[in-house]
């Protein structure tokens, strides 16, 4: 694939404006891409959709099936590198198959653990033996993986583990002792990535094989959604693994958990796209067909708002995916350019956008929720009935706020990154800032607006982003290293930043798309950007506002909340006449076509 | 064996059907187009006839213009082996058959498949059309096939029931559901099928002795109207009074 991208580095979007001609926009897959989409969808409709019932029953052998078929159509080696008989595709292509096979369920969940978490750690980190012995067989999908990092006492705090390893006196192998919870795929995975400390001290990771003595599963989880993957406990009682399956060094089990799931993250958000453009296409159909009061309820204000919402949500966080999505290509290539190998390159570069990684993240798995639940909602009764497709899609989204870093770790790490950014030198928070602070104390000057489409909105993006800066600045002042236990200020402060990330993003899509095909082809989606930034400001207002009560008082709160109106104005517009516009473009082509 | 798959380019099956230019012309804007469905059960069926007999050679045949490309390469993904196109609207049954026993003509093959129908025009013909100029044999539509030693052995639907047809080729065949597994390209097939050749031919001329006026949408159907079963006596009211379908 050909980006012609110009990355900014990771998180200078908020110091920094973005021209649209340095962003990807899903406008421009190449044909081979758009075929592997279709491929994605045929498989889908033909082989999971249809199996949903018997996949959710966990039916003897089906999940197995399905990845053997998965693996036939080389979807599980797409982003392997050839030499280990995978196809070596770049990150945008591996971005779009998630997002496709997103739709697909438990599966998808089964899907995303294997391709990601459990076969990635071997790819990024294992040695050679062991990428030559496990990375074909997990490609092809005779072997199936899974990771085991989470213990019934260590969630979010991982690195609080348990489990240990300790060396066998003649030097030749570890012995693991522990339990690990909520294990995906743990019922029929082969290859198990497995945390633990040695000497209850070096966090590691281990390579161990299904049937090793000493490792026992725990029954099935009851669980409220995606029932048909299988999440089991995993126990080690004196199970004896070969010294050789050390994965990476001694102490740095670290590495790999975290940088793993910063690729887990934006993948995240790919699949909950696509699951949430399913749902989308699940309600608008319905509101189509369902007459009430003599006329489809597609025909009323309250339904359209919702089906043109929903669509404005999908839009907004695809826009910000495939954007950081190329940036993460772009800085590989660059990467690997300076000589990195293949692995450490793709590593660096998720590593660099590790925060637009945890904003996608929280967005994604938070548009797929509130498409769920508005998709139960139009639907009315048959939304709430497990006959209709809605109660799934409503259940099996909950999950995705919780794993790969629960939402509010993911949003206190966005901040984390920043300030730790900012402290290293490497992204300048301070300069800006000071400005800032200069501006408030002078009187507003009128401006002159760029040119373009959104002259005006880009504007509005300039300064939401002051308003971020000057109250995040203003909070690390006065906590400095404390800050880290003001959760709920770190909360508004990351909800700013994901809104102004994504808004900005949004509206970089829409320009690139009407410079590509014109404005009559993306008239809808001027209207989409406009809403959700309209509704982004007060967004942002809100939380700076809630961030600013509590940590001032008296004229320094006074001051604060001057500043942030100040930063937060925009002229209103008519929502209602937009997402009527958008509603009755998707009731007109009966599924999410944006 | 030489086997010429003759695929059609046809909306997907959930478009939305919409006329333009005094409903002469189909409104392609915003369709996704597809290989048609009984073509690709065609596809698939030649592609385990060389995969089980090890040798031979699958090409696909389009009539259409360039914006079919896609739906060729598709077709390359699942399996095929070359693609041709020929570069003109399938302006009638006559003209396509034309054009593709016009290629059978020029370049050996053994087998000819294609759908029972496309399922855009519905004509069924093309295939009787084909066999009819080469002086072939044509059978349409089979639901099996299975090569004996020279023999083609094959089920065919017929009124009410089924027939049993023992042939020799060369033969053209129409084809249906379940003659093959419904096949998903894989990643290796989309990549490789950027490789593979498509060649673009001119099409040859041929004297059309009509054209299409104009097309209608037919109009919805009302809305089923529900009777309790202890009303027997307004049901025989509504059939003769509002359907009119009793005296």
């Known amino acids: 694939m050909e980006v012609d991208v110009k990355n900014r580095k990771g998180g200078e979007f908020l110091i920094k404006s973005t021209d649209y001609q340095d962003v990807f926009t899903p406008e421009q897959y190449d044909?081979?891409?758009?075929?592997?989409?279709?491929?994605?969808?045929?498989?889908?409709?033909?082989?999971?959709?249809?199996?949903?019932?018997?996949?959710?029953?966990?039916?003897?052998?089906?999940?197995?099936?399905?990845?053997?078929?998965?693996?036939?159509?080389?979807?599980?080696?797409?982003?392997l590198p050839e030499k280990y008989e995978g196809f070596g595709k770049d990150f945008t292509t591996s971005l779009l198959i998630t997002e496709m096979m997103g739709a697909g369920h438990s599966f998808a969940v089964a899907l995303a653990a294997h391709t990601g978490i459990g076969m990635l750690p071997i790819l990024y980190f294992g040695n050679d033996a062991q990428k030559d012995k496990y990375l074909p067989k997990l490609g092809s999908g005779v072997l199936k993986a899974s990771y085991c990092l989470t213990e019934p006492g260590s969630g979010s705090d991982a690195l609080a583990a348990k489990t240990k390893a300790v060396l066998t006196p003649d030097?030749?192998?570890?012995?693991?002792?522990?339990?690990?919870?909520?294990?995906?795929?743990?019922?029929?995975?082969?290859?198990?990535?497995?945390?633990?400390?040695?000497?209850?001290?070096?966090?590691?990771?281990?390579?161990?094989?299904?049937?090793?003595?000493?490792?026992?599963?725990?029954?099935?989880?009851?669980?409220?959604?995606?029932?048909?993957?299988?999440?089991?406990?995993?126990f080690f009682s004196d199970c004896k693994i070969p010294k050789e399956n050390v994965l990476g060094e001694i102490g740095k089990g670290h590495l790999i958990a975290f940088n793993i799931l910063n690729i887990g993250r934006i993948k995240l958000a790919a699949a909950a796209l696509g699951a949430s453009k399913q749902t989308s296409t699940i309600a608008i159909?319905?509101?189509?067909?369902?007459?009430q009061f003599k006329m489809p309820i597609a025909n009323f204000g309250a339904i359209q708002h919702k089906l043109a919402e929903q669509a404005i949500r999908i839009y907004a966080v695809e826009s910000?995916?495939?954007?950081?999505g190329a940036d993460i290509h772009q800085k590989e290539e660059q990467l690997r350019g300076m000589g990195k190998t293949n692995e450490e390159a793709l590593l660096g570069a998720a590593s660099d956008y590790a925060i637009e990684c945890a904003i996608l993240k929280v967005a994604g798995s938070e548009v797929l929720d509130y498409v769920a639940d508005e998709g139960v909602q139009i639907l009315g009764g048959y939304g709430y009935s497990a006959d209709y497709p809605m109660d799934r899609a409503y259940r099996d989204s909950r999950i995705n706020r919780i794993f790969e870093g629960t939402n509010e770790i993911n949003r206190m790490l966005i901040l984390d990154m920043f300030l730790k950014r900012a402290l290293k030198g490497e992204l300048d928070l301070m300069s800006p800032a000071m400005a800032i602070q200069k501006e408030l104390m002078s009187v507003p000057e009128s401006k002159d607006l760029g040119i373009g489409i959104f002259a005006q909105e880009k504007e509005v993006l300039v300064q939401l982003k002051k308003s971020i800066l000057m109250t995040a600045g203003f909070a690390a002042q006065k906590f400095m290293l404390t800050l880290s236990h003001e959760q709920e200020i770190l909360m508004n402060l990351s909800d700013m930043i994901i809104d102004v990330?994504?808004?900005?993003?949004?509206?970089?899509?829409?320009?690139?798309?009407?410079?590509?095909?014109?404005?009559?082809?993306?008239?809808?989606?001027?209207?989409?950007?406009?809403?959700?930034?309209?509704d982004a400001i007060d967004r942002i207002y809100l939380a700076g506002k809630n961030a600013i009560t509590s940590m001032t008082e008296g004229d320094e709160q006074k001051m604060l909340l001057l500043g942030l109106k100040r930063f937060t104005k925009s002229t209103s517009i008519n929502t209602k006449e937009s997402r009527r516009k958008i509603a009755k473009k998707l009731i007109e082509a009966d599924k999410y076509i944006f | 064996m030489k086997i010429l798959v003759c695929i059609t380019h046809v909306p997907d099956t959930t478009s939305k059907i919409t006329f333009i230019e005094n409903n002469s012309k189909f409104n392609s804007a915003g369709v996704q187009f597809i290989i048609g469905p009984y073509d690709e059960y065609a596809l698939s069926k030649a592609i385990d006839i060389r995969d089980k007999q090890g040798v031979g050679e699958i090409t696909v045949l389009n009539v259409g213009t360039s914006e079919t490309e896609?739906?060729?390469?598709?077709?390359?993904?699942?399996?095929?082996?070359?693609?041709?196109?020929?570069?003109?609207?399938?302006?009638?049954?006559?003209?396509?058959?034309?054009?593709?026993?016009?290629?059978?003509?020029?370049?050996?093959?053994?087998?000819?498949?294609?759908?029972?129908?496309?399922?855009?025009?519905?004509?069924?013909?093309?295939?009787?059309?084909?066999?009819?100029?080469?002086?072939?044999?044509?059978?349409?539509?089979?639901?099996?096939?299975?090569?004996?030693?020279?023999?083609?052995?094959?089920?065919?639907?017929?009124?009410?029931?089924?027939?049993?047809?023992?042939?020799?080729?060369?033969?053209v065949l129409g084809c249906q559901e379940p003659i093959a597994e419904w096949k998903i390209p894989s990643m290796k097939g989309i990549m490789s099928s950027r490789t593979k050749p498509l060649v673009v031919i001119d099409p040859i001329p041929v004297s059309i002795g009509s054209k299409v006026l104009a097309f209608e949408v037919p109009q919805p159907k009302s809305g089923c109207k529900m009777i309790d079963p202890s009303n027997l006596e307004q049901l025989v009211e509504l059939l003769k009074n509002e359907a009119k379908v009793l005296n």
């Open chain 1, 31 to 79: 044909d081979e891409q758009k075929m592997m989409a279709s491929m994605c969808k045929d498989f889908l409709d033909s082989d999971i959709l249809p199996h949903l019932d018997a996949i959710d029953r966990q039916e003897e052998g089906l999940m197995e099936k399905l990845l053997n078929k998965a693996g036939e159509l080389g979807l599980l080696s797409a982003s």
């Open chain 1, 171 to 234: 030097g030749l192998s570890y012995v693991l002792n522990g339990q690990k919870m909520w294990i995906t795929n743990a019922g029929f995975a082969d290859v198990f990535i497995v945390f633990a400390k040695i000497d209850g001290e070096h966090f590691t990771g281990f390579i161990v094989e299904k049937g090793t003595a000493g490792m026992s599963l725990g029954n099935e989880e009851h669980k409220m959604g995606i029932k048909g993957s299988s999440t089991r406990q995993v």
């Open chain 1, 285 to 291: 159909k319905y509101a189509k067909e369902r007459i």
């Open chain 1, 320 to 324: 910000a995916l495939y954007r950081a």
């Open chain 1, 501 to 534: 990330y994504v808004a900005e993003s949004t509206l970089l899509r829409t320009e690139k798309l009407i410079s590509l095909k014109g404005e009559k082809e993306g008239n809808i989606q001027v209207e989409i950007s406009k809403v959700y930034l309209n």
């Open chain 2, 70 to 171: 896609n739906t060729l390469r598709k077709a390359l993904a699942i399996g095929a082996d070359k693609a041709v196109r020929v570069d003109s609207e399938p302006i009638s049954s006559i003209f396509t058959a034309t054009q593709i026993s016009n290629f059978v003509k020029n370049n050996s093959f053994d087998l000819v498949l294609m759908g029972r129908e496309s399922i855009d025009f519905n004509g069924g013909i093309v295939h009787t059309l084909v066999a009819e100029m080469l002086d072939w044999e044509c059978v349409n539509p089979i639901m099996k096939l299975d090569i004996v030693g020279d023999k083609l052995l094959m089920t065919k639907e017929v009124d009410g029931g089924k027939e049993e047809i023992e042939a020799n080729l060369p033969l």
